[in-house]
């Protein structure tokens, strides 16, 4: 047995030495946090602990002599690459959910703990109802057992929260909450729950570092329809200058007394909580202190996802250096690459050293891709020291990655031929590109969503009987959440949003072949409305706002329609005229190359 293969061995065994303690034959582990999200502090990160696994999304169910661990299609290869299967049964999500593997494995009479301010609501009554008809029970439980185990389990942050500031933000946090006050009026209720991080930041034009890769800060807030607020925060992450921003219509209290607060202030009072935002343990405090409790989204959620003017003007900002600081890049991985002396690493460093050249840089909007040859084939593939490996001639280099800077997220992904593309390589690659551009060039109407506009980016790839197993589309933040809701271009999972002016989505059709490549090609996107001469309703239409070669090395021009390769032509120009500017030397010689026309 290895080394790493004992470590998970042995905390899996103390978890079931605290579960029998406690009287429980098994437990239910999220990779989430009390917000429910999806990016977690290192305190918050008990799945990794226990099982190995790195991914952003899973969850495990641990029995006495059984565990399974459950992803989905983005990490079905990361997760058998880290997860030790002696441990643990692999399970695809969404064809197989832990309620699913529960019903196979849960005997009569069996007690299986939660955390209720891990789950929501409405995953306690399906899990309950599932263990019911086993007669086994759901036990929500006071104290995490995983944290009872983990001994060196990082405290939650305690660093201050700082103010956003307006030039940034382009809407002041008192007009923000005014606005959340009129929606509750129009409801007839007293108050909302905000428990997404997220929504905190953005409704209080706040920012934090509690949570690497996303800047949000550690907090709950109750909005009220006076226009007033009451922010749950940790004392010590309270500074003068916090305090004055946010003013007299924001009472500043200390984060461990949320819910009492939420037991004993609202009897008889109508609060909005979100159930997909907010964990049970929300719901049984206002419901056991006499709360009339209207279960709707969030409010901030899709006024958060509608950017103003100033959040776009940040963007196009953030864009532009951004996207300059990765033509850099591949000047520089087009020259070392084919030489050998790289590697999945040091590539990712470089490359974060060019977003660090700007002098914006904050963080890493999440940690970057960077696959060479078959782990460009993990589709959220991370490289570390047991994985990492050298970039080399006759293959493909995938890198995603992103940065986070004060006026905006960016996020966008590039596959590189190294050395000579296979003619498969190219074949499928330009397969991907088609159904990019066909995203790209999209025209819809009013009220379209994005599950209705996912098939144009696959159907290049469907006619040759391949496909990719992730959505097409993400919102992003305004130095926020790199994935952002409530938008999303998917068939599952979401996707059921109308698009709007002004939301940001991604653009990313790709194609992966297991053992060999993977194949991505991601550009963020502006909603804006549209002039169709003759419509008979309101169209819309996309605004790329990445502008980043696309490798021509990999595109069989033959492939392509004239107005395929119209728009590649175009955008490269745009590219050009956008990027050049920005650049001297050698790099600028090599982007004017990597622009030309095909």
């Known amino acids: ?221 109750i909005a009220k329809a006076d226009g007033t607020v009451d922010l749950f925060i940790a004392p010590e992450k309270v500074t003068d200058a916090l305090r004055a921003h946010l003013g007299n219509r924001v009472s500043i209290r200390d984060r461990a007394d949320f819910a009492q607060a939420l037991a004993s202030e609202y009897a008889g009072k109508r609060v909005t909580v979100d159930p997909e935002r907010a964990v049970a343990a929300i719901f049984e405090a206002l419901g056991g202190g006499g709360a009339q409790i209207d279960a709707v989204r969030d409010p901030v959620v899709l006024a958060k996802a509608i950017k103003n003017a100033t959040e776009i003007a940040g963007h196009d900002a953030a864009q532009l250096r951004d996207n300059a600081a990765l033509v850099r890049f591949l000047h520089w991985i087009s020259v070392v690459g084919p030489q050998g002396s790289e590697t999945e690493l040091s590539a990712a460093a470089k490359l974060q050293s060019f977003r660090e050249a700007t002098g914006k840089l904050i963080d890493l909007s ?27 001639p006759d293959m493909l280099y995938l890198v995603d990655s992103g940065g986070q800077y004060r006026d905006g997220t960016t996020d966008i992904t590039r596959t590189i031929a190294i050395g000579t593309p296979t003619e498969e390589m190219r074949t499928r690659f330009t397969l991907v590109l088609k159904g990019h551009i066909a995203l790209a060039r999209a025209l819809f109407p009013q009220g379209t969503r994005g599950s209705q506009l996912d098939v144009l980016a696959r159907r290049a790839l469907w006619e040759a009987g391949l496909d990719y197993a992730h959505g097409t589309g993400h919102g992003v933040g305004s130095f926020l959440s790199v994935h952002e809701g409530p938008q999303r271009i998917a068939t599952f999972g979401g996707g059921d949003e109308p698009l709007k002016p002004g939301m940001i989505v991604s653009n990313e059709p790709g194609y992966y072949k297991t053992g060999e490549y993977g194949i991505r090609i991601e550009n963020l996107v502006l909603v804006e409305a549209r002039e169709v001469a003759g419509a008979e309703k309101p169209m819309l239409g996309f605004r790329t706002l990445s502008h980043v070669p696309i490798d021509r090395a990999l595109v069989d021009a033959g492939m392509l329609d004239a107005s395929e390769r119209a728009w590649l032509n175009a955008y490269h120009a745009e590219t050009l005229r956008r990027i050049a500017p920005l650049l001297e030397g050698d790099a600028g010689v090599w982007l004017s190359q990597a622009c030309a026309p095909v």
């Open 1 to 221: 047995m290895s080394t790493s293969a004992a470590h998970y061995t042995k905390r899996l065994a103390l978890l079931r030495a605290e579960l029998a303690s406690r009287q429980l034959d098994g437990f239910v582990v999220p990779l989430t946090d009390e917000h429910m999200s999806e990016y977690v502090g290192a305190y918050a990160q008990r799945l990794a602990w226990l099982t190995g696994f790195g991914g952003s999304a899973g969850s495990a169910v641990v029995l006495a002599e059984k565990a399974a661990v459950f992803v989905d299609g983005r990490y079905t290869l990361q997760v058998r690459d880290q997860v030790d299967g002696a441990l643990y049964d692999y399970c695809d999500l969404p064809a197989k959910q832990p309620t699913d593997w529960l019903v196979a494995e849960a005997r009569e009479g069996m007690r299986i703990g939660y955390d209720p301010w891990l789950h929501t609501r409405d995953w306690v009554a399906k899990m309950r109802e599932t263990l019911a008809a086993k007669r086994a029970e759901l036990v929500a439980v006071e104290d995490n057992p995983v944290d009872a185990v983990w001994q060196d389990r990082p405290a939650p942050s305690l660093a201050p929260a700082v103010p956003h500031g307006l030039e940034f933000a382009g809407k002041a946090h008192e007009d923000k909450l005014s606005d959340i006050a009129e929606w509750l009026k129009a409801r007839g209720a007293d108050a909302a729950v905000l428990s997404a991080l997220d929504s905190i930041a953005w409704a209080l034009n706040i920012r934090g570092s509690d949570v690497a890769r996303t800047p949000v800060a550690l907090s709950y807030a």
């Open 366 to 392: 999440f940690d970057t891709i960077s696959g060479a040859g078959p782990n460009g084939a993990i589709v959220h593939y991370r490289a570390e020291e047991r994985t990492n490996r050298a970039i080399a």
